[in-house]
């Protein structure tokens, strides 16, 4: 595995990944593509009720990349090429 990967097991865990993301970049909080300071505060802080579409977006302006690993054998579902 890539040292640059890690596994994700809770929002915790995706806010310190956008956190460290934007701080390496030298990036505040209102810096972060067309994303409220508000919504990156509550990501960072691990917000469980955060919109996916919204985390998404940030992970995107941050150059996060996210990939799912699907169970062994599972056939991969069709993906929708759309950014």
């Not at 990944?17 to 970049?25: D, I």
């Not at 990036?27 to 009720?49: M, N, Y």
């Not at 955060?50 to 985390?55: D, F, L, M, S, T």
Request: no cysteine; glycine share 6%; charged share 20%.
């Amino acid at each position: 595995m890539n040292p640059a990967n890690t596994e994700i097991r809770s929002t915790q865990d995706i806010g310190r990944a956008v956190k460290a993301a934007r701080t390496w970049q030298h990036l505040r909080q209102d810096e972060v593509g067309a994303i409220s300071h508000t919504f990156i505060l509550d990501l960072e802080a691990g917000k469980p009720t955060a919109q996916i579409g919204k985390v998404l977006e940030a992970l995107r302006q941050l150059g996060i990349r996210v990939y799912l690993q699907l169970p062994a054998h599972m056939p991969t579902p069709p993906v929708n090429d759309e950014p």
